[in-house]
């Protein structure tokens, strides 16, 4: 049995699906994804050979590698809400939270939302058919007197029976822990683009900031979701970087958000974008598939930008092998695509949901008998 990069072989001349069958015939004899090496990691130009593929030969790949990793018809579902809005100290010029765009946006900022707000949102979200609650708050990291608050979020809305999901900006080593000791499932980090790209998008902190952040929640044991913006004027070598940055990590992020930008006017990359014109569709789906294709065991989920999209763009993004959404009618500030038309969509699709799975294990101290030295570590589930 060859152990050899699993995926399949790249078709770049040939339209004949004869020929691409016969690749994904080869993978079914060869290792998962799930026991390579990172040493066996893919490469740059394997990458960047996927996105030139013709669109259907992409598509049908990464629908056939989707099939071999999850339920084809079953999607994760979380609904977002902003526990924090606005006045944020970061300059992220995409985002309208950003206290350096507020006189042109005109956000309104809020404080801290109060924990029984938090809770019937949650509950609201929970009856309505989502698996996992994801707070949101525009803070360039949580400060000491803000982690009771969280810890205490974590726990309350995993007694719902729900799976939590956060995202708070940059994190020390003892925040992921704490955040992991009160259970959260996943933290939502973001790596947004390429690293070469990162300084037309933010000045107030570094691709490296990002990586440590999600390297200390990876080792609290907290599930990583770390995904990107498409449509920000970054080119397709940016993406392609992006795509590699995350499948060359020893073990890529659990969830894959692939945001297409809502531009929002008085960012400046929203005002780009909506001057210039914005990113074909077409390519923020071949950015889904070639993700699919380099991550196949995480979830890759359709994030902003459903809003300004038709049933059948977001049918294909599915066929790309997305297989997770944000539900309800807002994200954070922006709109999302409605309630009902995602009901009616998922009826139309045949697409069912994805039951909770909250995560059980929760870091304990461990005692080195020869050394005294003590340690947290988060028993294997
Ligand atoms: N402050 C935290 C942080 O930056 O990690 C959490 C909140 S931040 C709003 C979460 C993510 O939302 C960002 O990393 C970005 O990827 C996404 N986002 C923000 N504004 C967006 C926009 N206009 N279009 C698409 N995605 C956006
Ligand atoms: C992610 O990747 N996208 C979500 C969530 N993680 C936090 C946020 C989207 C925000 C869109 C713009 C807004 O509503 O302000
Ligand atoms: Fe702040 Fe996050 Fe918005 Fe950046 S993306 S300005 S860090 S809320």
């Not at 929970?126 to 982690?147: E, I, L, N, V």
């Not at 070598?237 to 531009?263: C, G, H, K, Q, T």
């Amino acid at each position: 049995m060859s152990i050899a990069d699993p995926r399949p072989a790249i078709q770049t001349s040939s339209n004949n699906p004869l020929e691409t069958n016969s690749n994904l015939q080869t993978q079914s004899d060869t290792v998962t994804h799930s026991k390579m090496s990172n040493a066996q990691a893919i490469s740059r130009e394997t990458i960047a050979t996927l996105f030139d593929l013709p669109f259907m030969d992409l598509l049908l790949q990464a629908q056939t590698i989707h099939r071999q990793h999850f339920k084809p018809n079953e999607v994760q579902i979380s609904t977002l809400l902003s526990i924090k809005t606005g006045n944020c100290p970061e300059d992220c010029g995409y985002c309208s939270q950003s206290g350096h765009h507020r006189k042109k946006t005109g956000l309104q900022a809020e404080k801290r939302l109060a924990i029984d707000k938090v809770i019937a949102a949650a509950k609201q979200a929970k009856a309505s058919g989502s698996s996992r609650f994801c707070m949101g708050a525009a803070w360039k990291h949580p400060s000491d007197q803000d982690m009771p608050y969280v810890v205490e979020l974590i726990r309350e809305v995993k007694a719902l029976g729900l799976e939590t999901c956060m995202t708070l900006g940059m994190l020390s080593e003892q925040q992921s822990w704490q955040l992991a000791e009160a259970g959260l499932d996943y933290y939502n980090h973001n790596l947004d683009t390429s690293r070469r790209y990162y300084d037309e998008v933010v000045s107030t902190r570094s691709y490296d900031d990002r990586l440590d952040t999600i390297a200390q929640v990876r080792a609290a044991g907290i599930h990583v979701c770390s995904g990107s913006i498409v449509g920000m004027g970054e080119t397709r070598e940016d993406r392609i970087d992006w795509v590699y940055e995350l499948a060359s990590m020893a073990v890529p992020p659990e969830s894959i958000p692939v945001n297409l930008l809502v531009p929002i006017r008085g960012t400046p990359l929203g005002d780009k974008i909506l001057s210039e014109g914005q990113l074909p569709v077409l390519e923020w789906i071949r950015t889904i598939a070639v993700t699919r294709i380099c991550c196949p065991t995480s979830y890759v989920r359709l994030s902003a930008g459903r809003e300004s999209l038709s049933d059948s763009e977001q049918a294909l993004a599915f066929m790309a092998g997305a297989n997770s959404f944000f539900y309800g009618d807002k994200l954070l500030t922006t709109d999302n695509a409605s309630q009902s038309n995602d009901d009616r969509l998922m009826r139309q699709l045949g697409l069912i949901a994805q039951p909770s799975r909250p995560r059980i294990s929760q870091a304990v101290m461990v005692i080195d008998a020869m050394t005294a030295q003590r340690s947290e570590v988060i028993p294997p589930v």
